[in-house]
């Protein structure tokens, strides 16, 4: 189902729990609410206004991917970039990774299995992305 993205900092701001395999319909609304946004490529769950560690984002041929839990194992060549957000007005000055190494859960088969995999480029820096939006980081 399609929600209505929050930007009210007191949710934002806001530590995700972490996700459990009944928070998949979670995800189904993240997907749904990104698809129907112009411009959009990810989303976490906080900026629907759900505190929960569950995060989507759109690769190259808009097809969604879901992460529940993710973790920034490792991050390699750090550079400054410039950042915007869907919930956020002004854009920001943020550090991230080139290529990272994340950690998190996967929903197979109504049970998560542990994942672990790297990624590069624009891709690493939306995963950076929504692992902020999890720990209540205001970009």
């Known amino acids: 189902m399609i929600k209505e993205l929050v930007k009210d900092q007191a949710i934002l701001s806001q530590r995700c729990k972490l996700a459990t395999p009944e928070d998949a319909p979670i995800a189904e609304d993240l997907i749904d609410t990104v698809k129907s946004l112009e411009d959009a490529a990810c ?33 390699l060549n750090a550079s400054k ?8 007005e ?26 672990k995999r790297d990624y590069t480029g624009w891709t690493a820096q939306m995963i950076q ?10 970009v």
């Open 129 to 138: 992305h929504l692992i902020d939006h999890c720990q209540g980081k205001l």
């Open 43 to 75: 989303l976490a769950a906080n900026q629907i206004g759900v505190t929960k560690s569950v995060v989507v984002y759109l690769d190259d041929d808009g097809e969604a991917h879901a992460m529940y839990n993710p973790r920034l194992m490792m991050g």
């Open 81 to 88: 970039a410039i950042e915007t957000c869907l919930t956020l």
């Open 90 to 115: 002004e854009p920001t000055k943020v550090t991230r990774y080139a290529k990272i190494k994340v950690a998190y859960d996967e929903l197979v088969d109504g049970e998560f299995k542990q994942r």
